[in-house]
Every structure is written in C-alpha cells, then in structure tokens.
C-alpha cells in the first residue's frame, strides 16, 4: 500500500524514537534517569483530581466546541492576572498546546506556505508542520550565543511572499532561552511589516528563573491583532496527561476560521475540562514553589555540566531543558551507548539527540536536550554518570575551541 | 490578516452552526426537542466514572503515544468476541473517531488526492478533508433507493490516478443505512483492482437492527491489508464526552506511520483511558437493552414520518438517525422557521440541516437529519410539533411524485 510523501518525511519523534532501547535496558535491570522527556515529578494539584471526583453527571456528554465557559472564564481570569487581556470568546480549549498549533499552521497556511521559527525547536513543530504541508524555515541560533535569534537583517532576508507566520517558544523548549524585549520588539516589527501572524508557544511562561521579567507577546499591543498565543496547562500544573491545553486571539475573524475546525473534531473531554478548571484556581504559591524547586535544579545541572571538559551549554533562563553540546561523534550514538554499554553501579542517563531538534541539516549532531525533571539529588547522580560516560565514550572526540 | 485557502473553504458544522438559534430560542422559553446531533440520552455505564475515581497516582502523566496496553488489550479482545482479528500492536488509541480519521487522511493521501464517499456522509469528513487538502469525491446515493450503493460500473468511473481511499461509514451516519454484503464486496472488489484503502467507520457496529447480521469490513481476508477501521466509545457506550476513538489496521507499515503522527500530538488523555479500558467489560447486557430501546425509538420516529404527507424516507436499519426528505423549499430555512416562529404549546423541534451532508452542491437542500436520541414519549410529542409546523410552514411544496 501506498503511503503520502508528507508522512514519509516525517521523523520519528526525536524525545520518543529511543524508548525501545531504554526499556531494552530496563528489562535488562538497569536504572535509568530519564531526562529525555519534559514529564515533570511535581505531584498534579489535588484540585484536578477532586473536580473530577465530583463530577456526577450520568451521561458522559459532548462539550462544547470552543471549550466549557467555566474553563474559558478561568483561564481568562489567568491571563487578566498577567495583564495579557484574552477574554472568554478570544479563546479555544484544544487537546493540549499540540492541537493549537496543528490548528494555528491549518488557519494561516496552505500547502507549501512557510513558517519561520529559531531552531533548535520543539521537534514535534516539524511533525505538525509535515502533516499538513507546511514548510518549515529555520532561523538557526547557536549555543554558544545562548540560542538567542541573529540580528533583523537575517531574519528578514528568511521572510518570502510564502512566509505566513513566525513561530516561538518562550521560554524556549530545548533551550532554556527567554527572548530580551528588543528580540521581541525584533520580530513584531518584521511581522507587521511583511503582515505575519506571531504563534507564541508561551507553555512554559511561569518557568522564568533569576527574577527576569518576564513579557509575553500578548503584551505588545501594536500586533494583538496578529498574535496567536499557544497554551497548555501539562507543564504549569504538572498536568501534562489531561491534555488540555487552548488557542487565543484577540482577532474575532481568525477564532471565527479556528471554531470551524474545532467544530471539525467536536469537543475535547468534559471530564478534562472539569479538571482543568480547578486547577486555574490553584493558589500562586503552588507555581511559586515550584519555580524554586526547578530553579535549584536548573543550578544543579548546570554546576555539574559546566565542570565537565569539553561541553558547551549556556545557562537556561527558563523552561526546564538545556540544550548541550557535547565532545562526541554523534549524541544519538552517545545515548544509545549509554543505554547499551554503560552504566555506573547498574544505573544510566537518558537524554534526547539533538539533531531532531534542527531543520537544517547536519546541525545539532554533537547536542542533546536534558529535561531537568528530577529531585537534586537524582541529578547529582545522573551527572556524575554523564560525567563518566564522556570520559569513557569510544566515540569522545576533542573540541576544536574550547570555550 | 490573511487566511489559508482550506480554512476558508470549510463549512461550518451543520450540525452545529443553528445552534445560536437554538439558544436565542431557549432564552425566550421554547422548550426544544433536540433532534439535531446524536448525542444520547442513555446513561454512561457506571463503570467509567468508578475506574477514574479509583486512580490514585499523584501525577497525571502523559500517556505512550500509541495508548495505554490495557486499554488497547480490552479493544483487541473486544473485537475478537466480534471475530475481527485486530491485535494490540493493531490499534492506536485517538482522541475519537475523529482524530482517527484525520490520521487515515494524513497518512494516505497527499494535497489533491481523493477519497470516495457516498453521500450523504458525516458532515465532518467535509472538514478534515479539507483541512489537509484531501479531495472528497461523493458517489451519490438517493433516499428513495434507502441510500444503498449505485452499481460498480458507477462507483468505478468516478476512481481516478489521484485516489486513494474508499471511506464509507457503516451502519451510516445520517443515513441509518446498513451495507449488503454484496455491497461490500463490491467495494472490495475495487479496492483490489485500483490498489485502494478502505476506511470503515464503524462506530455504530452494535446499532444494527431487525435482527440483520452485522458485516465487518474487518471481516473480509482479501482486503485486510488495506482495511482500516475507525472506532470510537462515544455511541457504544454513551461516552461521547471522553474522546476516546481507535484507528485500527492489520497492515503494520502502515500502523508505523500512523504512529509517527500519533508521536507528534504525544498521547490521548490519560484518565479518559482509565475509564474507556473499563467501558469494554461492560456486560454485553448493556449493549443489547440500548440496542432494542433505539430499535423501539427507530419505530416511533419511522410510524410517525410515514404518516406526514409529502415526507419522503427509508427506514433506517443502523446507527440512530434517519434522514428525511421533506415537501419544503429548503429545509435549512424550515429548521430556523421552527426555532423562530413556531411552536406548539412553547415547545418546537430541531434537527440537523441536509446540505451540508453532500459534497455535491445543490444536493440534499430538502433534506434534514433527525437523530433519534430521546425517548419514546418525547419523540413522539416531536413528531406531532413537526407534523403540524411542516402543514403551517409557509415554504412548503407539495411534492411533484408522492409516494
């Protein structure tokens, strides 16, 4: 049988395309410190569960399209706190970030329309991007410059009469990075110049670290009517199984185009959305707590990394990855090594290769992503496994320029 | 701002787009018979909410991509009990029968490719076609042939270089239609001869009435290779409010692609697994007292219809809906006439608009669906509303051949 190219050319998920080897390893009885995959061991607030507990309806009903009201007040009540002014009709409820942004690429672009976005990326953009024809255009960005974006000029000489949209993360996914004010002001005047839409990925938004001020693209006024801002509640209230998540715009005609196809799909769980709106009412003292506690972590990681010869990382601002580039052939080969043929006292490290995260090809080859989802003192261990492993690795090999 | 093509060429859902008349009409008192979208009334089995409130983990974790191993068991064995022979490695678990079928689009065809439809079709195969760019080709069926299939000769015209699917739901959806298996066989046939898939919505398999056997398009060897069934719990099991669908093949390369895009939304609800994994132990008891209480509705609607003059329908076999051709000039307009200008006793009817169940234009604009999900002595109250709004309906057209 016959397969479409735009499948065919999709990639294996980069964060989940090594999993047999790891629960090969597993079955082998090994440890394994899984800092491949952004599933955080913070405990979901007890208000999810509850909300749901409660649910006494006797007939597990269709929602609404859009996404019950009591949800969309709440989240609106959210982004009011962080003065971002999305009302109830200025959002959608999708299946998690993962639905709105598959909806976002399918209301702005046709087959072959272009979309511009700072690799490294979110390696599932591409799987998006693919299944609907969408051409990804990579504004490439560099570790060794903290993966912040390259000066106008070059991302304006990206822009082509197909470019529909420019796409971030901030907090960026796998970088750490948060963009300075003048790199948003950057991209919002290009957008408003070649009339693009803005899709901020803004998942992460209370992952900021070292009292940054944080600003999302929802705070410039100048291009509300062109920012479709990306949300989730799986990473804010460590939620990330319940798959809830939302599209928003201020531009009633482009929610108006996004309503049809989420029409399309019917509804998102009710049960979900019961969840979800409880947890909208978790205290701040909860998302407080657990920006120290990743913040610890995001220093733990980073001393230990920083210590080891030959790795170069810059030190993330937020989300809770870090993008690492490494003294070795081939990080994919690197991890899989790890999984097979290393382990310290029977335990062993899980990262994911780095190449997936780029568009352009060959970049990304000597990177890994850690998610530093795990307690300190895991962290400290997995560390020290990693820093053994390099040492070990047949495949080591000298940098060119140290940093 | 610009919007793409595909988006622009949706419609909205008929069945959901007269909903603000429905409301406006609620808030001035109308009491509504809702007849417009199939969600039951029948209670969700206990078991679902009990399986969800007895999960205990702290963390709401992502789920695998392909779905949870003890939900897609509790599938497999239940459609063994069926004689169909899908595995577990056979299924993946989609957040309904709609992402099943945006998955079979994606991973079939490429922009411009085709799929056959008889039509009248779920409305929503309207949608994800069109957001992905696939090209639906309708084999018109006829309700005064009971929307049974035209002739091979017929089907086999309308197969071009671009086709690549087949995708007929069986029982039908707005049709009641069920199959033959000579009609099916047919379709085989020609998926053999042009090397096509066959995609089999299914979700209505124990709606089946008069005692008439149920065929599988999982049940013909020849074609189990490019067989692919999607499913759902929504109907089944009166869950339509937890999401949980299937797309299930014999063919394991094609089940690897379709994994690659399942990967790149990550997972399907966790909770809603846990209490989907319990609906398939519902006692098959259950299934067959809702099986004869829609058969008994099915003969309330059907007497009634026959009854009103000018009325023009077949009785519908499956599934719980009957699509009805009416002596009006649009039936689209009589709908929004019952919601805003008509009532007996403050109550009125709604129903679902035909047009937007054809592909061909022009087609079905007489025609509106009626889904009977309510029970016997309300349905009966809302034939006898729309037995006199069609006599008072100032559109009304005598028919030029009566029955």
């Known amino acids: 049988m016959k397969f479409s190219e735009r499948v065919l050319a999709m990639q294996s998920s980069p ?3 090594l999993l047999p080897y790891a629960e090969e390893a597993r079955a082998k009885g090994k440890k394994i410190y899984p800092l491949n995959i952004g599933q955080p061991d913070i405990k979901t607030p007890e208000s999810f569960l509850k909300a749901i507990k409660d649910f006494s309806q006797e007939v597990i009903a269709y929602a609404t399209s859009q996404g019950n009201n009591d949800l969309r007040d709440a989240i609106s009540r959210y982004y009011k706190e962080f003065n971002i002014p999305f009302d109830r009709e200025d959002l959608i409820v999708t299946n998690g970030g993962s639905e709105a942004l598959l909806f976002a690429f399918m209301t702005m672009c046709d087959p072959g329309d272009e979309v511009l976005i700072p690799e490294p ?11 609907v024809n969408v051409k990804v255009v990579p504004i490439t960005t ?20 197909r470019t529909r949209a420019i796409l971030v993360a901030n907090p960026g996914n796998p970088t750490g990075t948060i963009y300075t004010r003048d790199e948003m002001d950057m991209l919002a005047s290009l957008a408003l110049e070649h009339n693009l839409y803005i899709v901020a990925d803004e998942v992460y938004r209370e992952f900021v670290y070292d009292g940054l001020k944080y600003t999302s693209f929802g705070h410039l006024p100048e291009i509300l009517d062109r920012v479709v801002v990306v949300d989730s509640v799986s990473k804010r209230y460590s939620a990330c199984g319940a798959r809830i998540g939302c599209i928003a715009c201020k531009n009633k005609d482009f929610m108006a185009q996004v309503l049809k196809i989420a029409q399309g799909r019917l509804c998102v769980p009710t049960l979900e959305q019961v969840g979800a709106t409880a947890l909208y009412s978790t205290p701040k003292s909860y998302l407080e707590e657990v920006n120290k506690e990743y913040q610890s972590r995001r220093d733990t990681l980073y001393a230990a990394l920083k210590k080891m010869p030959g790795v170069i990382c810059s030190e993330p601002k937020g989300a809770f990855y870090v993008m690492v580039k490494l003294p070795v052939d081939d990080a994919e080969k690197f991890i899989i090594w790890m999984l097979q043929n290393f382990d310290v006292d029977g335990e062993t490290v899980m990262a994911s290769a780095g190449e997936g995260f780029y568009a352009t090809p060959g970049l990304g080859k000597q990177e890994f992503r850690l998610a530093y989802v795990l307690k300190n003192e895991e962290l400290v261990k997995a560390m020290d496994i990693l820093k053994l492993a390099l040492e070990a690795y047949p495949g080591r090999i000298e940098p060119v320029a140290a940093r």
Chains 1, 2 share one sequence.
């Open 15 to 17: 964060v989940r395309r």
């Open 121 to 131: 990326f979110y390696a599932n953009y591409n799987a998006f991007a693919q299944s």
């Open 142 to 161: 560099k570790a060794e410059e903290g993966f912040h974006l390259p000066p106008k000029e070059q991302v304006d000489a990206l822009v082509t009469p």
